[in-house]
């Protein structure tokens, strides 16, 4: 089936503007994490869903990021109030998660670029 | 704190020469070592999970290994469409996956 698909592929915004980025996850994959990668280095973690309940957050900077999966499927990233330093490229993962646990492969999709002037 | 280093930051072979990618890790109780290959403007690409000390896998021109402190990625007469990002990911038991900074690899015709 199709992979990980990820919307927009590039968004930019002005500082201080609100955005949303897009995550659709491998059919039936229960858990979906996602990351930012900045230039020059690996992903960081930012928030694990199992299901529709956000499991681990710890990963989130501050109370500016907000995710939500409302049906246990897509997953949302909300960004408010943008700040420079938010540009990055945010990448979406899913896996199995068929032990209700985190402790799957991640399939990752291609990734929202944003950059904030 | 989990972490994870990898070396050399950049690599540039020539095509046919072999050498290895290094990923030197501290974890407390491995569930997992993971590779994955990254494209310019593209997501990871899953490559191999080792699991314990002394296992291998092996897929195409790429080895990974693994032992208590450290896992090597050896490429084989590597070509051009093996440039890519190299990136190790460790995960503890119940952890979040913890990304080393990649290995940039070319290789030159």
């Known amino acids: 089936g199709a992979g990980v698909s990820q919307t927009p592929s590039n968004k930019v915004t002005e500082k201080g503007k609100y955005v949303e980025l897009r995550c659709d996850p491998i059919?039936?994959?229960?858990?979906l994490y996602w990351y930012r990668q900045s230039l020059g280095q690996g992903p960081e973690f930012l928030i694990y869903?199992?299901?529709?309940?956000?499991?681990?957050d710890s990963g989130l900077p501050n109370d500016r990021f907000f995710a939500v999966r409302p049906e246990g499927s897509v997953s949302t990233l909300k960004i408010q109030r943008t700040e420079r330093g938010d540009s990055a490229v945010y990448l979406c993962?899913?896996?199995?998660?068929?032990?209700?646990?985190?402790?799957?492969?991640?399939?990752f999709g291609p990734g929202t670029r944003l950059l904030v002037l | 704190e989990d972490q994870v280093t990898q070396s050399p930051e950049a690599l540039r072979l020539q095509e046919g020469e072999s050498s290895s990618l290094n990923c030197s890790y501290t974890?407390?109780?491995?569930?997992?070592l993971f590779w994955y290959r990254q494209d310019p403007g593209k997501g990871p690409e899953f490559l191999f999970t080792?699991?314990?000390a002394g296992e291998e896998k092996e897929k195409e021109r790429l080895k990974a290994t693994l032992t208590k402190k450290e896992s090597f990625l050896h490429i084989t007469a590597p070509k051009p469409e093996d440039s890519a990002t190299y990136l190790c990911?460790?995960?503890?038991?119940?952890?979040?996956?913890?990304f080393g900074p990649g290995t940039r690899l070319s290789v030159l015709p």
């Open positions: 993962a899913s896996s199995a998660g068929t032990s209700g646990s985190r402790e799957e492969t991640q399939y």
């Open positions: 059919s039936g994959h229960t858990a």
């Open positions: 869903f199992q299901g529709t309940g956000a499991a681990d």
């Open positions: 974890v407390s109780g491995l569930r997992g």
């Open positions: 080792l699991y314990s």
């Open positions: 990911a460790v995960q503890a038991y119940g952890q979040n996956f913890v």
